[in-house]
């Protein structure tokens, strides 16, 4: 071995520049000025300092929320300019080879899933129940602190190798479900299916422990009184959701140490030969993979549940069976894995019962829409952007759940599955069921965390453009799939498929127009924050207890704990003028101190990942030390928590009760204008 | 007073536990030097594992049908029925393609 391969591995600099195709060597430029902008920016303004002892090193469950949906947008933008592309490519593919290599192509459908399942949507709904949901339950913070923000470093490390694997090398072309024995060492023998197996498996360590955290949370940190049968809808979603995440989340870091296993320590898992079998595989990712898509949906059946009451000014119809569904739709998500490969090898029998069992999911997802629905009837429906989505979302939500039960049936599974027919469904449902819901609680809450409204204007932009670009980009994909399509196809020869290829690239244009809508959305509300602040703390005549405090709330969330006496605790203080009563008594508050494990872990999993990656041995083994090593040095830390002065806490709550006395009620008739500064005129029911 | 009762009879139920355990693991390990045959050994291995799990949530975690600990059995139970979904569930559909493809 000469000292080379020692220092550098199998990194070299023919395989490390992206110089395949002039398109990725423009993206990689575009990642990298970006970056270095943003290391500028932070210098020239002095903003190290604040962004590492304020942001990256806290452990505010707010701040790491904050954090969570930052990353997640960042993310979400290189995953629709890599959908664009590829559906640019499919619009002039006909006949010809396109503008992008086959091999490029591969890389962009597999970047664009793993993204946008792993480091956009999950980080995304990550983020919004770190922020909501210890708010909605009275409590001060998760249990664990420190591991939440653990949890963060992790996911940002494994998004950070996405990102180096644009500039350093090339992605794996496996599809964002990494099939073995494509992705075994005899097809695939670059570093891409590297990249892909440490991103995810970072990723999915870090979702499992914030599954455990969100779970011990909700039991254990609830307000005195908030049984679980008075907590706010979205707590049950994100219930749900984390103990699906302690479950589903271990099969697929089986799935990918294994197949690391194959490919660096030569085992035969997976493997053609040797005794491997793909099928474990397939089993194990699916596992995985079928609960994964209810993680995704779940929380935004929360946050439309959560919505649609508000903005409706009732109390959400049938909470019961909501919660009923919620738990149903959970459990039963563990029965219907093997839908996503009927067609590999298994009897009628068992594709008829997963099949049917698949179909089963309609039933609690129909009561919920049933729910909602009736939520609306007779309310004072004001349609504000977060029920636009909401709304937006039943209509087209439906369509998606209908052709997935289409898909459930094995016999047209069969005809269909691999086109693009699927690909329609799963964006249906995605797009739909998750994006508006984690957007809708961007215009949400955004008011709570930051003080200001959003801009309502662009907020509708946002919501028109993201709604027509989706129709326009995939429903003529039905079509497609039903004519034949494939899906990952580069290049085709069929003419009846141009005109819809041509359709859906229109509607993604649109969506591209979306995503410069969201920024503008952001800039420009930022820009008019002083006409839109909103100091009271409840903009929307809310009804659970996270609009009781000031907006953004102080650190430590509540001067006193709620008592809690039934559902819609906020909304019964407000009709019963109990709202923004002077406490008699302040406390100590106890509130954990930043510390640096988190982001030092995050370093760890990246020189873990992109050593291993490259067979830098030396790197890897630093990465694991240097997590050790902070493991062990966190140990000695005697002071992890500063206690706020009861005193303290008397001031600040006491400063701002008595700016609520200067504030005027507003009526939800101004709701969008300035004069809605955050108090409620308590009407409702 | 009490503290001292609470010593004692934790300390009992400890001990309990610990002999149980050890019982349970002596027997299986005891079929097998005694060359028991296959199908016997395997039986009563998983039926003293399944009671050895028993053991230790009852002597070790401290779960019982008691009105305070239904959370915990509660969860106890919802975790493993889901273990027996994803376990029953893959040796179901291995074995069925297992015997479709051969
Ligand atoms: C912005 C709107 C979006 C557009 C225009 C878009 C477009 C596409 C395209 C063109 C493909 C490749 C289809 C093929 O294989 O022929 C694809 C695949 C995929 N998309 Fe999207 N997508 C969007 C949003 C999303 C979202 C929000 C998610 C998930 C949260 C998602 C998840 C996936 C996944 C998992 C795949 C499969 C990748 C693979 O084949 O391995 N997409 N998308
Ligand atoms: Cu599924």
Redesign the interface.
Known sequence: MTLNDWLFGRLTVQAALPFYSAIATAAASIVVVGALAVVVLLTKFRLWRPLWSEWLTSLDHKRIGIMYVVLALVMLSRAVVEAVMMRAQQAVSYDSPGYLPADHFAQLFTTHGTIMIFFMAMPFLTGIINYAMPLQIGARDVSFPLLNSVSLGLTAAGAALMMISLCIGRFSTGGWSGYPPFTELAFSPDVGPDYWIWAVTLSSIGSTLTGINFAVTI?KERAPGMHLFRMPLFCWTALCTS?LMI?AMP?LTVATALLALDRYAGAHFFTNGGGGDV??YI?LFW?FGHPEVYILILPAFGVYSEVFSTFSAKALYGYRSLVYATMAIA?LS??V??HHFFT????A??NAVFGIATMLIGIPTGVKIYDWLLTMFRGRIRFAVPLLFALGFILMFAIGGMTGIILANPGIDYQVHNTVFLVAHFHNVLIPGLLFGMLAAVQYWFPKAFGFRLNEKWGRTVFVLWTAGFLFAFMPLYALGLLGLPRRTVEYFQGAYRPWTLIAAFGALLLLLGLFAVGAWLFVSVRQRDDNRVPAGDPWNGRTLEWSMSAPPPEYNFAVRPRVTGRDQFMRDKLGGMAYLRPDEYEDIEIPLGSAVGPLLGIAGILCGFGLTWHIWWMAAGGLLLSIGTVIARSFVRETTRIVPAGEVRLQHEAWLGRLAMERPASRDQEIAPSNRGLALADGS | MNEKHDFASDLRTYLVGFALAALLSAVPFAAVALHRPRAQVLWLLIGCGLVQLLVHFRCFLHIDLSEQKR?DLQLIL??V??VV??VG??L???G??H???M
């Open positions: 039991y103990i479950f099969p099928m474990n089993n596992l459990v563990f029965t894995w093997l590999m090898g298994q009897g029998n068992v | 959370d919802f975790s029925m889901i979904l994803m569930g893959t179901w559909i291995m069925n393609a015997r479709h493809m």
